[in-house]
């Protein structure tokens, strides 16, 4: 046992070791929703952190400490999310097509997605410093929580808010838009990325190009307008 200590205390502050690791749990995750059919509920984000979460207490290993070795992952996300213009470009002449219907169901799926939060959490009595971090939920991360801070709220909490709102959306969107008799894949797309970000865009472009190149767009409109109407809502105050 004292060798395997050793040979942890050595691992445990090596930046490739959680590198690994994330990658490891990410492709099982993977593996397990091909295995299930890519169920909705099979969403790799929510089993890879299944899989990770318990190897980091377990091991006494902080987010920090676990950070410093992903980070590679997280500075992944802008090239993951400026490929994001390749199905764009695919279905460039439907988005034309589409720019009244884009702009209309910006405008109501954001305003939609923050006002029932907050009056949701105002009626159940959430401190102002909650509703200032429950606001963002509906953009990116990074955005949430400088906006989050902004406010007065809590960047963290926000950052949360935003993963549970991404893996939440993205595990009802087919069987809600199914029930809902919604077979346009450009309308469902945008939904799912106007509501969850780039976990539903993933999720989006799983299940067709159009639909993905939809969620792709909405995120980014979102992630814009969200930002200027709370902007507005700071300066007002």
Do not use: C
């Amino acid at each position: 046992m004292s060798g395997f200590s050793e040979i942890w205390v050595y691992l445990a502050t090596s930046p490739l070791t959680w590198l690994g690791a994330t990658l490891v749990a990410f492709v099982l995750a993977l593996r397990i929703g091909a295995l299930l059919g890519n169920s909705p509920l099979a969403n790799s984000v929510l089993l890879s952190a299944a899989m990770l979460i318990p190897v980091l207490l377990l091991t006494g290993t902080s987010y920090p400490t676990y950070f410093e070795g992903a980070q590679f992952v997280h500075f992944l996300l802008g090239p993951a999310t400026v490929s994001l213009a390749v199905p764009l470009y695919r279905n460039l002449a439907a988005v034309k097509r589409s720019i009244v219907p884009i702009a209309v169901a910006l405008v109501a799926g954001s305003v939609t997605a923050m006002g029932s939060a907050l009056a949701i959490a105002a009626i159940f009595g959430a401190p102002p410093e909650v509703l200032a971090s429950i606001a963002p939920k509906s953009v990116s991360a990074p955005i949430a929580m400088e906006l989050a801070k902004s406010l007065g709220g809590i960047p963290s909490l926000a950052a949360v808010l935003v993963i549970l709102t991404g893996v939440t959306g993205a595990i009802i969107v087919t069987p809600l838009m199914n029930a809902l008799g919604t077979k346009n894949y450009a309308a469902r797309g945008f939904a799912v990325g106007v509501a969850s970000h780039g976990i539903g865009t993933a999720r989006a472009l799983q299940v067709n190009d159009m639909a993905g190149a939809f969620a792709g767009i909405a995120m980014a409109l979102n992630g814009a307008f969200t930002a200027i109407l709370l902007t507005g809502f700071l300066l007002l105050r």
